[in-house]
């Protein structure tokens, strides 16, 4: 029971801001004590509020109080410190599993303050106090609290390591400095943290700014999202309206069509009535006629007979055609085959149409462009195996390897009859068409070739590649580099190397020609659109037995 009376009357004289016992304590006016100053620098930093407040109950005041010394419990805390009696520091003071512990303490230890590389122990903030007061600890060197005390001590000469080598990449200590490390470059560890430091500051600027421009990139991508939202649902919206438009106009249409056939319907039945009423009304008066004809006939006596035979009034004119010819039926049929033919005709062009509307929606595409690569090895993650179409190869040109090489030769060589052979130029073209992003490499042997990028349905089997502009020519020859497009012709001066590569990024494009050898030197970049697939080629420009190949880029040649 003392003893909690004695916590008691420790924790009084504790100040709740620096957990402390008070120094220069004062008495605020809500009744809360705090050192001096402890609740100066906690009003400092309300100064801009103008609102001043108590740390314990949140009380405010203003204008700013005046602070007074309590005097009496300054008293108390002088014979508190007389008896020995000390305050019990919070339980956030003492060491976790995860702190650095005062090497000192006893018991339940506190947290470090500092570490003394010279002690190689660590203090909390009483035991360290020394190492402030004694002139036998001021040259000592202290740092934050650490666990790892002992890597700052050469192990070697257990000194403690102040120098750095840059040689080695280590700290050592002055020791090392004139024994192993003697001729090496070495520094104060501090000069060599402060250059790092500069160093990781810059990383760090670098790091910074990509963030930035990333964050932008995340914005632009954001807007990109919402335009494509806002631009699907437009669209879809509009083509709604049209649809509902074309469904109303049909029906108008189809209604305007039944209109039209029921009012020639009625018109046609009346007539058709009109004279079936008159022809029924005549067979209604022959039948008459002939009744009273056949009565006369029957007469027995001669007299009765003739005497009535004159009395008998002639036939009228009949007010119908002798004989109505009906033409073999047609009614509605021209008006049924007519619509069907409209019907026919819509198909076709919505048919037409709507495969254009299919194209243009899968052509919707957001690109985001991609950086060129900028090894060989980055190219060649977008090799494609390419061959030599037999069918638009010139008869001079012999295809071997796998139709992967042509070499240029004297006599003709038997090809069936194609209507894609080239007949005037010695070129030929690549199989496979070629989309998105795309490279190859031709390894040039004797002679002099072009390297060709072309559209095929060009239908100009008789025009040298780069006459037109729907091909483009790098010429590859011993000693230079030419480029051809639309018939402009274009010296290069670049490394040379037996190889060229080719990257194309159709989307973006890019066509780009690179001299390929240890590493890789740009020849050309060529920057346009392209509308169609294109495909690679080839023209040899002689001697006879000049020869092209394109480098198979797979398995164990994929590096050359």
Not at 28 to 34: A, D, E, V
Not at 112 to 119: M, P
Not at 372 to 384: C, D, I, Q, V, W
Not at 418 to 446: I, M
Request: hydrophobic share 35%.
């Amino acid at each position: 029971m003392a003893q909690a009376e004695v916590q008691m009357e420790i924790e009084r004289i504790c100040c709740s801001i620096c957990l402390d016992q008070l120094k220069d304590p004062v008495a605020i006016s809500c009744g809360h004590n705090y050192c001096m100053n402890c609740i100066k620098t906690h009003w400092d930093e309300e100064d801009e509020k103008k609102l001043y407040s108590c740390p314990q109950c949140r009380q405010t005041f203003t204008p700013r109080p005046v602070l007074v010394k309590n005097t009496m419990l300054e008293d108390l805390v002088e014979e508190m410190k007389k008896t020995g009696l000390q305050a019990a520091p919070a339980d956030h003071c003492y060491a976790g599993p995860e702190d650095v512990a005062c090497d000192v303490c006893t018991g339940k230890r506190l947290k470090a303050f500092k570490s003394c590389l010279v002690c190689l122990a660590s203090y909390c903030e009483k035991h360290l106090q020394p190492h402030y007061d004694s002139p036998t600890f001021k040259k000592h060197t202290l740092v934050d609290p650490s666990n790892k005390l002992q890597e700052s001590i050469c192990s070697r000469h257990n000194e403690v390591m102040k120098m750095f080598c840059r040689n080695d990449q280590q700290c050592i200590c002055y020791l090392c400095l004139m024994d192993e490390h003697k001729s090496h470059d070495t520094v104060l560890a501090a000069e060599e943290r402060t250059e790092r430091q500069k160093e990781l500051e810059g990383s760090r600027l670098n790091i910074q700014k990509r963030i930035l421009n990333r964050e932008d990139n995340l914005k632009l991508l954001h807007q990109e999202v919402e335009a494509i939202n806002i631009s699907a649902d437009e669209t879809v919206e509009h083509s709604q309206q049209i649809f509902t438009e074309l469904f109303c106009l049909m029906e108008e249409r189809r209604s305007d069509v039944e209109q039209q056939v029921r009012s020639q319907q009625r018109t046609e039945l009346s007539r058709v009535e009109e004279l079936q009423e008159k022809v029924e009304q005549e067979i209604t008066e022959l039948k008459k006629s002939d009744a009273e004809l056949k009565k006369i006939s029957h007469t027995e006596d001669l007299n009765q007979f003739l005497l009535n035979y004159p009395s008998l009034s002639p036939l009228s004119e009949s007010t119908v055609s002798s004989s109505i010819n009906i033409r073999p039926l047609r009614y509605f049929k021209d008006v049924k085959t007519f619509v069907s033919e409209v019907r026919d005709e819509l198909q076709d062009v919505l048919t037409e149409k709507w495969t254009n509307i299919l194209l243009m929606v899968s052509k919707v595409d957001v690109f985001l462009p991609q950086a060129e690569p900028k090894t060989r090895a980055g190219f060649l993650k977008y090799s494609r195996k390419i061959t030599l179409d037999p069918n638009t190869a010139n008869t001079r040109l012999l295809l071997s390897d796998g139709n992967r090489k042509a070499t240029f030769m004297s006599g003709n060589q038997f090809y069936s009859s194609h209507p894609e052979r080239f007949s005037d130029y010695n070129q030929v073209l690549s199989r496979e068409s070629l989309t998105g992003r795309c490279y190859w490499e031709v390894e040039k042997g004797l002679g002099g070739i072009h390297l060709v990028v072309a559209y095929k349905d060009h239908n100009t089997v008789n025009v040298k590649f780069g006459e037109s502009k729907k091909s483009f020519a790098l010429g590859f020859f011993k000693q230079r580099y030419e480029f051809k497009h639309n018939k402009v012709l274009t010296t290069i001066s670049a490394p040379h190397s037996s190889i060229v590569g080719v990257y194309l990024d159709h989307r973006a494009g890019i066509l780009s020609f690179y001299s390929v050898s240890e590493t890789m030197t740009l020849i050309l970049r060529v920057q346009t659109t392209f509308t169609q697939p294109l495909y690679a080629g080839l023209v040899m420009c002689g001697p006879i037995g000049c020869t092209a190949e394109l480098c198979e880029l797979t398995g164990a040649n994929l590096v050359k």
